[in-house]
């Protein structure tokens, strides 16, 4: 009685359908299929095969790639066994600065430079090589260019990505549910779903549990709009925040294949398509739609109010990640520099330069933000 209490109060019609209607009006029947919140149980299967298809890509087509493309493959060199700065290293700090650096250059009778590449060299020891790295971005690089020509296939023919206004014609009711629709959101699901498992096994980031936070946030979202059956215009932010994340990934893989122009001219591409989809079509096309469309055509209810509170506060997150791109654009402009997945390799490597290190983080995927970490290093001879 009380689990059946619970769900009723949960699934309040009022709260989550507009005005006049109800649930039984998205029941499915013979002629007409609809999103039911229970199709979200097969999240879970989907998000295994999805994972065993990652598993098969990496291991059968990206690493033979790489290794193809001479992409390193040798793990990182442990530094000279040193038993003072072993125990700095454990019991003080990974990284010295100041003070402590100088002691202990002093102490040792070494310099700065060699202190700071033997914590380097330490910090390094369980780093992956660039070989896993290049196998884990060739997997997104595919799932990204999949899932867009999916959205692509979505709204090909029909003029909803110009006149958002046709995203709320006959909802919810009227709008029917579609196996590339069905497939299209399962896959985004199923995706994020198999990220916040597989982020214990992946490449370890610096944003580790932030990124577990919003891979759960991007999951409440996404299934949010398919319950409440907006799949319409819900799609349509899948496919432009997908977009940006194509030249992300694929910028990530020229770094690595070095092909240092090509790797460049696609964090480029990502700044101009970040800014032109996600600051210029974004709150001009689909936040306006969300706003006065839905409010002229469909009516206020309850949880349109939420979605268009989440959807604001994308867009806030979107200007604020913008800044870094820009200052990220600049330093390349002025340096020349070469691009760096920075949440994957620290300020590090066990060579002798110098570094210097611009961190942004670039988020926003489906409904809700996706991240990922770019770096801009500037190369000093010394």
Known sequence: MAGTGFSQWFW?????????TTWADLRNTDEASFPQAS???MIFPY????YIIRIFIERLFARPLGRKLNISDVPNRPPSSNVVLEKVFKTITKNPQGERLQGLCKQLDWSERQVQRWFRRKRDIDRPSKLVKFSETVWRFIFYVGVFLCGVALFYGTN???????????????QMLTPLKYWYYHMELAFYTSCIVSQFFDVKRKDFWPMCLHHFATICLIAFSYCINMLNVGGLIMALHDLSDIFLEGSKLMKYSKYESLGTLGLVLFGVS???????????WVLYSVYFDAWRIVGAFPSWYFF???????????????????????TLWRSGGKVDDERSESECSASDEETTVLQHKIEGHGDASSSN???????KQT
């Open 308 to 330: 268009c509170m989440c959807l604001s506060v994308l867009q806030i997150l979107h200007i604020y990640w913008f800044s870094f791109i820009v200052k990220g654009v600049m």
């Open 160 to 174: 909803c990505p110009w006149k958002t206004e046709i995203c709320w014609q006959g909802y919810p009711e009227k």
């Open 274 to 284: 970040f800014s032109l989809v996600r600051l210029v079509y974004f709150p001009f």
């Open 39 to 41: 199709d979200l149980v």
């Open 47 to 50: 998000s295994i095969v999805l």
């Open 373 to 379: 970490g770019m770096t801009l290093r500037k190369h």
């Open 12 to 20: 309040n019609e009022r709260f989550w359908l507009p005005h006049n």
